[in-house]
């Protein structure tokens, strides 16, 4: 089995980017927990903020990645801390 490059690590960890963002936009509304535009979804809080955890646990493991070298490439990663620092603070505040 091939390796992974940081390239494919990253671009598998954008959909843990996409879901943070879209929760903290739409809150319960988001396709990620089951909502809509028009309708919250049936999760409790606690389970959605457990949903985000998760993703920045993800985040945070592939960002601290050394085979292949995703923690000391030299790659765009803003978005992606930009979303564990997303997904913290809306725990925090939810």
């Keep these: 089995m091939a390796e992974q490059t940081v390239a ?13 963002n879209d929760i903290n936009t739409n809150g319960k509304k988001s396709i990620y927990v089951g909502g809509t535009a028009e309708q919250d979804t049936e ?3 606690a389970d959605i903020n457990a949903c985000v955890q998760r993703n920045v646990d993800h985040l945070e493991l592939i960002l601290e990645y050394t085979d292949p070298d995703v923690k ?18 809306y725990i925090a505040a939810n």
């Design 8 to 20: 494919e690590c990253l671009t598998a960890a954008t959909d843990s980017v996409t879901l943070i």
């Design 72 to 89: 000391g490439s030299s790659d765009d990663k803003s978005s992606y801390t930009g979303a564990v620092t997303t997904g913290k603070a």
């Design 43 to 45: 999760m409790s809080q």
